[in-house]
């Protein structure tokens, strides 16, 4: 008996019919390729048919299922699953300090009013018994109208019933002020376009905080570079900032009667400040957590410390870049209506909605605060 292999005893009939592929029976002639077996003139070679049939076993037998067996699929691999993957990052995400330092006082009615007193008289020395002038003062009352800001979404039905939960990475509800970015999870894709609508509210607010301008577009209200213009400003005409920069402001705000407590600059100012501290005094920790949650540089100025925070959206461009030291007791956000979530009406297979917040940002005394502005 033949053995293969092992040693193990094989039947002869399965031997037979695996050497000629099952395509040849015993006795049949497979190979005559002049006709001479039994004078018939027949001619006939069946060996190139029988080597294509070893081929194509030999290829079959011996191809792995791979990646991309089977046909074309979501991502042409048909037998492998989509992994999901939950976490989603805001590659446009920015804090918004502003917004959470800034005191919030709610204002019924769509005019927020200040007063101030503009000028008041002397008292004076008199001799005993002597008629007395009346001292007069002056009070003013100054306005902002209340400024209407919104976001609407729409999430249609399919969206809602095949997508799962999702995070989003880095949201912040409130501004971010009790720390850096924190991480929201949605149950439903309505949920998760409510948290983006949310966040593209709070940086349009903290960008208008900075940069609106009422009298180039209406429909916002003014910011802090618009509402401190040139008051007690260290204008550096595109020159170098320099630490003494930071004491002249704020001698200039604390001369107006003012005491500034924190100050916003641009990302590059920040890290220019850093390099002049650590070149005067050698390496350290020059950056420290305010108790408002960011990240800040204590500055000793002449009435005490102000707090430096980097803000991204001040302008970094040379000759541009600003500090603006801030008396927070003279600041406030008028709301009339914080961040409020509403349904729209539905007429399709989607869930509309929209967020809205009325409010207006207004300074009561402008000269209690400084600036150091065109810094190269």
Not at 81 to 100: C, E, F, G
């Amino acid at each position: 008996m033949v053995h293969f292999g092992s040693g193990t005893d094989i039947n002869p009939s399965v031997a037979f019919a695996q050497s000629f592929l099952g395509a040849v029976a015993d006795g049949q002639v497979y190979s005559d390729p002049m006709g001479a077996y039994k004078r018939v003139g027949i001619k006939s070679d069946l060996r190139p048919a029988l080597w294509d049939r070893f081929e194509q076993i030999k290829k079959a037998e011996t191809k792995s299922i791979a990646t991309g067996t089977g046909g074309t699929g979501l991502t042409d691999n048909v037998l492998i699953p989509i992994s999901h993957d939950n976490k989603v990052v805001d590659l446009t995400r920015k804090q918004t300090p502003a917004v959470s330092i800034i005191p919030r006082v709610a204002n019924q009615g769509i005019v927020a009013p200040y007063k101030q007193i503009t000028s008041k008289g002397s008292a004076s020395f008199q001799i005993e018994n002597a008629a007395i002038p009346v001292n007069d003062w002056t009070p003013d009352v100054s306005s902002v109208s209340m400024k209407y800001m919104y976001a609407r979404g729409s999430t249609t039905g399919p969206l809602q019933a095949a997508a799962p939960s999702h995070s989003l990475v880095g949201f912040q509800p409130t501004g971010g002020a009790v720390g850096s970015f924190t991480d929201a999870t949605a149950g439903n894709m309505n949920q998760f376009n409510v948290l983006i609508q949310a966040a593209a509210m709070r940086e349009l607010e903290e960008e208008t905080i900075f940069n609106g301008d009422a009298s180039t577009d209406a429909k916002e209200f003014s910011g802090i570079v618009k509402l401190m213009s040139t008051t007690n400003t260290v204008d550096k005409n595109s020159t170098a900032l320099d630490l003494k920069d930071y004491n002249t402001a704020a001698r200039y705000a604390f001369e107006d009667g003012g005491l500034p407590t924190v100050a916003f600059c641009d990302t590059s100012t920040f890290q220019d400040t850093l390099d002049l501290i650590n070149a005067k005094q050698g390496f350290f920790q020059g950056a420290t957590m305010t108790e408002y949650g960011f990240t800040s540089i204590k500055l000793n100025v002449g009435h005490g410390q102000i707090d430096l925070i980097q803000s991204r959206f001040l302008t970094t461009t040379s000759g541009s870049k600003s500090v603006y030291m801030l008396d927070l007791s003279v600041w406030e956000m008028r709301v009339l209506l914080d961040m409020t979530f509403e349904r729209l009406a539905k007429t399709r297979d989607s869930d509309e909605f929209m967020l809205k917040m009325y409010e207006a940002l207004l300074c009561r005394a402008t000269q209690f605060n400084a600036s150091i502005t065109e810094i190269l």
